[in-house]
């Protein structure tokens, strides 16, 4: 999956420039015409680090200015877990 360095930086910058972030993070799938973002989330448990990075579509979505490329789903890629301990 493509994971940008903007979702970390939106949370540091908070909503200084959310628009310009918005944009690096919401892609536009060609396949099935909808806008997605890969949302990263994040949990520990027992000194267990667990990230899970998850596809969220956006329906009626502006697609102007977005990127165009083919969704995970549209690829048939799953979901990706990291576990680090």
């Not at 799938?29 to 267990?48: A, D, F, H, P």
Request: hydrophobic share 30%.
């Amino acid at each position: 999956m493509d994971i940008s360095s903007a979702h970390y930086k939106r949370a540091i910058q908070g909503a200084r420039g959310e628009g310009f972030h918005t944009d690096n993070i919401i892609k536009f799938c060609t396949k099935c015409r909808n806008c997605y973002e890969i949302v990263l989330s994040e949990s520990r448990m027992n000194g267990i680090e667990k990230r899970v990075y998850n596809m969220r579509w956006l329906k009626d979505f502006p697609s102007y200015g977005k990127e165009k490329k083919t969704c995970p789903r549209c690829l048939g890629q799953a979901t990706i877990t990291e576990v680090i301990k």
